[in-house]
């Protein structure tokens, strides 16, 4: 069995989040639609959850917090969550939150993940605070989608 520490997993959700990021980015340049363009750009831009998360955190607390061993590596949401899900230039906003919803539900995933795990308090609490910023997310993707205001 390797040995994983919540850094690894950080690390893992930020590169997700990083190929997130280039994701709307590629949307946007490739889309006819302008409402579509705007919502990839906004998305993009807004793909910070876990520097957020992070920064609440004191240099002392942060450094403990990603020194905490896991026991059991997290599967990784990359390839799964990005596959199937490239766009055409026609595709409407309701397709592009469509896959955002989805892709949320892979970064919930993987903090639950490690929230499944024997890990102490500091690392619940860090990852509990993720998942409701993916959960509050994917709440206001359903809300911009129902008002089809794009």
């Known amino acids: 069995m390797a040995f994983v520490t919540v850094a690894d997993v950080l690390k ?8 997130l ?14 409402g579509v363009k705007l919502l990839a750009d906004y998305m993009g831009r807004h793909r910070r959850h876990l520097s957020k998360a992070l920064e609440r955190l004191g240099s ?6 990603s020194s905490f061993p896991i ?7 990359d390839r799964e969550c ?9 595709a409407t906003a309701a397709d592009v939150l469509d896959i955002a919803i989805e892709i949320d539900a892979c970064l919930i995933d ?4 490690v929230l499944a795990q024997d890990v102490d308090q500091e690392v619940k609490d860090l990852f509990e605070s993720l998942v409701q910023a993916e959960e509050r997310d994917t709440i206001e993707l ?9």
């Not at 893992?12 to 190929?19: G, L, N, T």
């Not at 990005?82 to 026609?90: A, H, I, S, T």
């Open 21 to 34: 990021v280039d994701y709307y980015k590629r949307i946007a340049e490739q889309t006819t639609l302008d």
């Open 71 to 77: 026991r059991y590596e997290p599967l990784a949401p």
């Open 12 to 19: 893992m959700a930020e590169d997700f989040e990083a190929k």
């Open 60 to 65: 002392a607390e942060r450094e403990e917090v």
């Open 142 to 150: 359903k809300k911009i989608k129902a008002m089809d205001y794009f």
């Open 110 to 113: 993987l903090y639950r993940q």
């Open 82 to 90: 990005f596959k199937g899900r490239e766009l055409p230039p026609d």
